[in-house]
């Protein structure tokens, strides 16, 4: 018996996971309904809120980070960057491309602030 023998998968093979999309050796989870739910109820609840879209990489989909005035913030997979640019005018929010402007300080802020409370 070899040293790994004891770790390889004998008969079985590997399914896909379920709503996810193969991209290189990892698998990205979709964004669903719920994603969009979560953006819009962040959206609506906070004031100030800029997106800032993150393009596709090889360990995640596209995705928006929305980053409100006191630098809460929150991301979540989206279909698209046309869908994410679509979202924010549609809610009225400003769009950037994260690659290009980055992230607010705000939000490094709020999470040093966190962090100092221990939360």
């Known amino acids: ?3 790994f023998d004891r770790f390889r998968r004998k008969g079985r093979t590997s399914r896909p996971a379920r709503d996810a ?3 290189g050796s990892t698998r990205v989870r979709a964004s669903d309904s719920a994603d969009a739910q979560h953006l819009e109820q962040f ?3 906070r004031q100030g809120v800029e997106g800032f879209v993150e393009p596709r990489t090889a360990v995640s989909d596209v995705t928006i980070l929305l980053v409100a005035h006191d630098g809460e913030w929150t991301r979540r997979r989206v279909p ?3 869908w994410a640019h679509d979202f924010a005018n549609k809610h009225r929010v400003p769009s950037y491309d994260a ?4 992230v607010p300080q705000r939000m490094r802020d709020y999470n040093a602030r966190k962090k100092a409370q221990g939360i």
């Open 1 to 3: 018996m070899g040293m």
């Open 43 to 45: 959206v609506t609840t």
């Open 99 to 102: 690659a290009v402007v980055g």
């Open 21 to 23: 999309e193969r991209t």
């Open 80 to 82: 698209s960057v046309k």
